[in-house]
C-alpha cells in the first residue's frame, strides 16, 4: 500500500469515505441517550450500596459534597438491584462498539493544526480531552470489574466513581456545544453526498476519499452487529438456565456451582477471603450483636433456637451478574435487634455488620434502617432447605431485598446496632 504524502495533520491523510459529519451525529445520537443511562444507573448503584467516599462523598446520605443524590436504597421490589445492575452493566458493554467507532470517526480532529485558534478554542479542546480521557477511563474500568480483574491504582469504587463525575460534566458541555449542529446533520439523509467545507462538521469529510468498500449504511450496521453481538454474549449473565451460558465473554459470577440446594453463583469463595474452616465450627464460632441494652454473643445452636422465617430473594452483585430467587431461612434483623433494646421491630435502627473475612473489600458493611425493619430480611442459617455452605457463607450471612450483593455479608461475626 502506497503510503499517504500527508501527514496527519492534514485532510488529505485521512482518506476513508466513510468519516462525515452525519455517520459520526448518528453514533453521538446513540451515545447520547446510552450514557446518559449510564450515568443514572451508576450514581442509583452507588446510593444502593453507599462506599464510604470521604472526604469528599460520605455514606451518610445528607454529607458530601457529591452525595446529595444519597437516599435509603429502598427493599421494594426485591429485584430493583439485580434490574439496575444488570442494565447498567450490560448496557456499558454494549456500547463499547458504538463509543469505538465514534472515536474513529472524529480521530482527524485529534491532529488539526493549529492545536489551539483561540481562548474559546482551547477551552473546546480542553473539553474534548476530559471527555476522551474520561470515556475510555470509565469503559475500560469497568470491564476490568466485570471482568473481575481488580488491577486498579487504587479502590474500583472510587476511581470510577469519580471519574464518572469527571467525564459527564465534560459530556454535558460537549452535548451543549455540538447538539444543535447533530440535530441539522441527521436531518441529511444518510447517502446524501457531504462535501467539505470550513465548518468543524465538514473538516470531518476527506477532501480527497478512497474508492467507497462499504456505505455508511454498511458501516452502521458493522458497528449495531458488535453491539449486538456483545449483548448476546453478555446479557445471559443476569439470567439462570440456559441463558447464562451463553455469557461468554463475562465471568458467570465465580466458580461454577455444580449440584444441590447450593447450586448457584457464588462471586468469592471461603477460601479466597481467608475464612479458615476451624473458625466456623459449633466450638470455635460465636455472632456478637451489640445495642443500647448490652451485648449478646450466640451461637449457631442458640440462633436455629430463635423463631425463624424464611424469604424468596436473588443475589446481585455490583460487576452485573445476578441468580435467580434463592429460599432463604433465618432470624429475622429485627428480632436480633430486639435482643439488644430495640424492642418496637418500627424502630430498629441502622446496623454496621462485620465478616470474618480477612482480605477484599466490604469486610464491614452499613444497612439502613429501612432495609433493617423490612420482614424478609434476615440473618440467614439455610438456603433452599440445607444449611449454608461455606462459600455461601456459612454459618451465617445477611440476606436483605434489592440490597447489592456486597451489603448480603457472608461469614457474619458481629452486628452493631445503632444510628451510623
Known amino acids: 500500500m502506497a503510503r499517504s504524502p500527508f501527514p496527519p495533520s492534514t485532510p488529505g491523510f485521512w482518506r476513508s469515505p466513510v468519516r462525515g459529519p452525519w455517520f459520526t451525529s448518528v453514533l453521538g445520537a446513540v451515545l447520547l441517550g446510552g450514557i446518559t443511562v449510564l450515568f443514572v444507573t451508576g450514581l442509583l448503584s452507588y446510593a444502593a450500596y453507599n462506599p464510604d467516599l470521604s472526604p469528599v462523598n460520605d455514606k451518610t446520605p445528607d454529607k458530601g459534597l457529591l452525595g446529595f443524590y444519597l437516599f435509603s436504597w429502598p427493599t421494594d421490589p426485591h429485584w430493583l438491584y439485580r434490574l439496575n445492575q444488570g442494565v447498567h452493566v450490560t448496557l456499558g458493554l454494549t456500547l463499547v462498539p458504538v463509543l469505538l467507532a465514534k472515536l474513529w470517526s472524529v480521530v482527524p480532529r485529534l491532529f488539526a493544526l493549529p492545536p489551539v485558534r483561540s481562548v474559546a478554542h482551547a477551552l473546546e479542546r480542553l473539553s474534548l480531552l476530559l471527555l476522551v480521557g474520561g470515556a475510555l477511563f470509565e469503559f475500560v474500568t469497568g470491564v476490568l470489574n466485570v471482568q473481575l480483574d481488580y488491577v486498579f491504582p487504587g479502590s474500583f469504587y472510587p476511581?470510577?466513581?469519580?471519574?464518572?463525575?469527571?467525564f459527564f460534566a465534560a459530556f454535558l458541555a460537549h452535548v451543549a456545544l455540538k447538539l444543535p449542529l447533530a440535530l441539522r446533520n441527521l436531518r441529511r439523509m444518510r447517502d446524501e453526498p457531504e462535501t467539505p467545507g470550513e465548518s468543524a462538521a465538514a473538516s470531518l469529510i476527506p477532501p480527497r476519499p478512497d474508492p467507497p468498500s462499504v456505505s455508511r449504511r454498511g458501516?452502521?450496521?458493522?458497528?449495531?452487529?458488535?453491539?449486538?453481538?456483545?449483548?448476546v454474549t453478555s446479557a445471559g449473565r443476569s439470567f439462570d438456565g440456559p441463558l447464562r451460558q451463553t455469557a461468554?465473554?463475562?465471568?458467570?459470577?465465580?466458580?461454577?456451582p455444580g449440584s444441590g440446594p447450593a447450586a448457584f453463583q457464588i462471586n468469592k469463595t471461603a477460601a479466597s477471603r481467608g475464612i479458615r474452616p476451624a473458625e466456623t465450627t459449633e466450638d470455635a464460632w460465636r455472632l456478637t450483636v451489640t445495642g443500647p441494652a448490652g451485648t449478646v454473643r450466640l451461637a449457631r445452636a442458640q440462633l436455629l433456637r430463635l423463631p425463624l422465617h424464611s424469604s424468596s430473594l436473588p443475589i446481585a452483585c455490583?460487576?452485573?451478574w445476578?441468580?435467580?430467587?434463592?429460599?432463604?431461612?433465618?432470624?429475622?434483623?429485627?428480632?436480633?435487634a430486639a435482643l439488644v433494646g430495640y424492642d418496637d421491630p418500627d424502630r430498629a435502627p441502622d446496623v454496621l455488620v462485620e465478616s470474618l473475612q480477612r482480605t477484599g473489600a466490604f469486610r464491614m458493611a452499613a444497612l439502613r434502617a429501612n432495609q433493617v425493619r423490612d420482614p424478609r430480611s434476615l440473618l440467614a442459617l439455610?438456603?433452599?432447605?440445607?444449611?449454608?455452605?461455606?462459600?455461601?457463607?456459612?454459618?451465617?450471612?445477611?440476606?436483605?431485598?434489592?440490597?447489592?450483593?456486597?451489603?448480603?455479608?457472608?461469614?457474619?461475626?458481629?452486628?452493631?446496632?445503632?444510628?451510623?
Open 219 to 231: 458501516a452502521l450496521w458493522f458497528v449495531g452487529g458488535g453491539s449486538l453481538l456483545l449483548f
Open 322 to 336: 445476578s441468580t435467580s430467587d434463592q429460599w432463604w431461612r433465618g432470624v429475622r434483623l429485627t428480632d436480633l
Open 318 to 320: 455490583v460487576e452485573g
Open 382 to 420: 439455610d438456603v433452599n432447605g440445607e444449611p449454608l455452605t461455606p462459600d455461601h457463607g456459612f454459618p451465617a450471612r445477611i440476606i436483605v431485598p434489592a440490597a447489592p450483593g456486597v451489603l448480603n455479608t457472608k461469614w457474619v461475626t458481629r452486628m452493631d446496632f445503632g444510628d451510623l
Open 159 to 166: 476511581l470510577h466513581f469519580y471519574g464518572a463525575w469527571v
Open 248 to 256: 461468554l465473554l463475562t465471568p458467570h459470577g465465580g466458580p461454577e
